[in-house]
């Protein structure tokens, strides 16, 4: 698919020094839209959705904020940590705003595995589909996110039991 | 058929280079600005160069505008009251700027660049500001994931700030990034030591800063900080005091506790300390040496999740359940928290509930 005029001028935002030191893109040079594209198949392999990841996301984050900065217990299995920093970054899409630079710190004990992501990253995937291009500082691979996040897929969530 | 290919090449070719020449004569003349004036508060005024970021301009002149970013409008911090002469916004100003900041002819002094005479107004103490070389003397880990900075200053050799104040590092060019960034730091010893800056650091994910500190930073290194900044310090009353903090939140507290112990203040201080479980709780032993100087002062360290090998007896919970427990009423009372956002907010809400008025509560957020 060829790239609109709009996500052209959305990918320039996104090159170093324009809304971040680094940028988004990392050293990925492939256009915006490949991105794009090459991450919704992946996801959709997973048969999951930038929603549910994000949602998710935003899920363990609010929890880990009780932890008031420390790591906190989440259940089943997750210990997560909320830390910010001063400042704000807007999104490269435009709108909605400045996004705190708040890390989330997901560790899944059962997997023994670990995961760091913004509050950015959350916005960027869940309104944009959008994961960071490659070699990014902060490119989230979404299949880690998946397993790390044990983010369920459709497929799950129709085995569980409806009793609504 | 080939030679016309060629002429084609060759006049696209002439015609960039002649656009090119033209862009570099547009930008040394339409872009010289030449001499202007910069006037400060009404009565400093600095003849400068035009043609430059306002952020970078003053910095020229030794004037130091907080900024977290180093100037790449990332951290929306260096903002500046512009009177006159700024001409209209940017759109690399606007996320950063509120509808109240935009009537009040509030700039982001990194993107405003000094095109003609100006007239801004800073806050006063920020003539105090100096960029200091200085040496790192020591490095210790205080935790697993805090490291204890010690600096010794070089040029200028001696620092004047107010126990509670932070500084800005300068992290140079490293694998993490090809320009200098600017961070900024509490200072954590006591400001009557004029020769040394004390900093406590966490190590944040991924983050540019503090990945240098931990990972590439050692002692006899070059450092330049510019500080101090801030209006995080004791007040002077008679009322009682709280202190809350967690992590990295150690610092400005431990630098006013010092201070108070070297200038005698005994008024009565509890300073409750958050932490998960004993690996991440530091300099106990320093805070119980001060309850000896100061007989009015109580540490209290509380876990939140302490391990089982901790063994540990003292108070257990999250930090705002324990201040609640222990405070009966705000009355007669001021306090100062250091923390992340969400601990900050969590406390102010329990300390307001007891009673603590909004304008006593001082803290210094992380975010």
Same mark, same amino acid.
């Given at each position: 698919?060829?790239?609109?005029?709009?996500?052209?001028?959305?990918?320039?935002?996104?090159?170093?020094?324009?809304?971040?030191?680094?940028?988004?893109?990392?050293?990925?040079?492939?256009?915006?839209?490949?991105?794009?594209?090459?991450?919704?198949?992946?996801?959709?392999?997973?048969?999951?959705?930038?929603?549910?990841?994000?949602?998710?996301?935003?899920?363990?984050?609010?929890?880990?904020?009780?932890?008031?900065?420390?790591?906190?217990?989440?259940?089943?299995?997750?210990?997560?940590?909320?830390?910010?920093?001063?400042?704000?970054?807007?999104?490269?899409?435009?709108?909605?705003?400045?996004?705190?630079?708040?890390?989330?710190?997901?560790?899944?004990?059962?997997?023994?595995?670990?995961?760091?992501?913004?509050?950015?990253?959350?916005?960027?995937?869940?309104?944009?589909?959008?994961?960071?291009?490659?070699?990014?500082?902060?490119?989230?691979?979404?299949?880690?996110?998946?397993?790390?996040?044990?983010?369920?897929?459709?497929?799950?969530?129709?085995?569980?039991?409806?009793?609504? | 058929?080939?030679?016309?290919?060629?002429?084609?090449?060759?006049?696209?070719?002439?015609?960039?280079?002649?656009?090119?020449?033209?862009?570099?004569?547009?930008?040394?003349?339409?872009?010289?600005?030449?001499?202007?004036?910069?006037?400060?508060?009404?009565?400093?005024?600095?003849?400068?160069?035009?043609?430059?970021?306002?952020?970078?301009?003053?910095?020229?002149?030794?004037?130091?505008?907080?900024?977290?970013?180093?100037?790449?409008?990332?951290?929306?911090?260096?903002?500046?009251?512009?009177?006159?002469?700024?001409?209209?916004?940017?759109?690399?100003?606007?996320?950063?700027?509120?509808?109240?900041?935009?009537?009040?002819?509030?700039?982001?002094?990194?993107?405003?660049?000094?095109?003609?005479?100006?007239?801004?107004?800073?806050?006063?103490?920020?003539?105090?500001? $100096?960029?200091?070389?200085?040496?790192?003397?020591?490095?210790?880990?205080?935790?697993?994931?805090?490291?204890?900075?010690?600096?010794?200053?070089?040029?200028?050799?001696?620092?004047?700030?107010?126990?509670?104040?932070?500084?800005?590092?300068?992290?140079?060019?490293?694998?993490?990034?090809?320009?200098?960034?600017?961070?900024?730091?509490?200072?954590?010893?006591?400001?009557?030591?004029?020769?040394?800056?004390?900093?406590?650091?966490?190590?944040?994910?991924?983050?540019?800063?503090?990945?240098?500190?931990?990972?590439?930073?050692?002692?006899?290194?070059?450092?330049?900080?510019?500080?101090?900044?801030?209006?995080?310090?004791?007040?002077?009353?008679?009322?009682?005091?709280?202190?809350?903090?967690?992590?990295?939140?150690?610092?400005?507290?431990?630098?006013?506790?010092?201070?108070?112990?070297?200038?005698?203040?005994?008024?009565?201080?509890?300073?409750?300390?958050?932490?998960?479980?004993?690996?991440?709780?530091?300099?106990?032993?320093?805070?119980?040496?001060?309850?000896?100087?100061?007989?009015?002062?109580?540490?209290?360290?509380?876990?939140?999740?302490?391990?089982?090998?901790?063994?540990?007896?003292?108070?257990?919970?999250?930090?705002?359940?324990?201040?609640?427990?222990?405070?009966?009423?705000?009355?007669?009372?001021?306090?100062?928290?250091?923390?992340?956002?969400?601990?900050?907010?969590?406390?102010? $809400?329990?300390?307001?509930?007891?009673?603590?008025?909004?304008?006593?509560?001082?803290?210094?957020?992380?975010?």
């Amino acid at each position: 698919m060829k790239q609109s005029p709009q996500l052209q001028q959305v990918q320039e935002n996104m090159r170093p020094g324009v809304l971040t030191l680094h940028g988004f893109l990392g050293s990925d040079k492939r256009d915006l839209i490949e991105i794009l594209e090459e991450d919704e198949a992946e996801v959709r392999r997973m048969g999951t959705s930038h929603r549910a990841i994000a949602d998710k996301m935003a899920y363990l984050r609010d929890r880990g904020k009780d932890g008031l900065g420390e790591f906190i217990d989440v259940d089943p299995h997750f210990e997560v940590r909320v830390d910010s920093v001063r400042g704000g970054i807007p999104s490269p899409f435009g709108g909605p705003g400045l996004i705190p630079k708040t890390n989330t710190t997901v560790r899944n004990t059962a997997l023994q595995r670990e995961i760091v992501y913004t509050d950015i990253n959350i916005h960027l995937i869940g309104e944009h589909g959008f994961y960071e291009g490659k070699g990014s500082l902060f490119r989230m691979e979404p299949h880690e996110l998946v397993e790390i996040l044990e983010v369920e897929t459709e497929q799950q969530q129709t085995e569980l039991p409806s009793n609504r | 058929m080939f030679s016309a290919l060629m002429i084609s090449v060759g006049a696209v070719t002439g015609i960039s280079a002649l656009l090119a020449v033209l862009m570099v004569i547009a930008d040394a003349t339409i872009g010289n600005y030449g001499e202007v004036k910069i006037t400060i508060n009404g009565d400093h005024e600095y003849e400068v160069k035009g043609g430059k970021p306002l952020l970078g301009t003053l910095m020229e002149q030794e004037i130091f505008i907080p900024s977290a970013c180093g100037g790449r409008g990332s951290c929306g911090l260096c903002k500046v009251k512009v009177k006159e002469g700024a001409g209209q916004f940017l759109p690399t100003e606007l996320p950063w700027l509120s509808d109240e900041e935009k009537e009040n002819n509030i700039r982001l002094s990194c993107q405003l660049k000094v095109k003609n005479d100006m007239s801004i107004e800073i806050p006063e103490e920020l003539f105090n500001v $100096k960029e200091f070389q200085a040496k790192i003397a020591k490095v210790r880990d205080l935790t697993h994931d805090i490291k204890e900075v010690t600096m010794e200053l070089a040029d200028p050799p001696e620092i004047n700030m107010v126990a509670g104040q932070f500084v800005q590092l300068r992290i140079p060019e490293y694998e993490l990034t090809d320009e200098p960034v600017y961070r900024a730091y509490s200072v954590a010893s006591n400001p009557s030591d004029t020769k040394h800056v004390e900093l406590e650091i966490r190590l944040v994910p991924n983050g540019i800063a503090t990945t240098y500190v931990h990972n590439y930073l050692k002692e006899g290194d070059d450092i330049i900080f510019n500080g101090p900044y801030g209006d995080f310090f004791l007040r002077d009353t008679e009322r009682e005091i709280i202190c809350i903090a967690g992590g990295s939140g150690m610092a400005p507290i431990k630098s006013i506790l010092l201070n108070m112990a070297e200038r005698g203040i005994d008024r009565r201080v509890r300073y409750f300390f958050g932490a998960r479980s004993k690996k991440d709780l530091f300099l106990v032993d320093e805070m119980r040496r001060l309850e000896q100087e100061l007989p009015n002062f109580k540490f209290i360290p509380a876990l939140s999740n302490p391990e089982e090998e901790d063994e540990w007896e003292g108070e257990t919970g999250l930090i705002t359940d324990i201040v609640a427990s222990h405070m009966e009423t705000g009355d007669n009372t001021e306090a100062y928290l250091c923390g992340s956002p969400g601990m900050i907010d969590a406390c102010v $809400k329990v300390l307001s509930e007891k009673g603590v008025p909004d304008e006593l509560i001082y803290y210094d957020k992380f975010g």
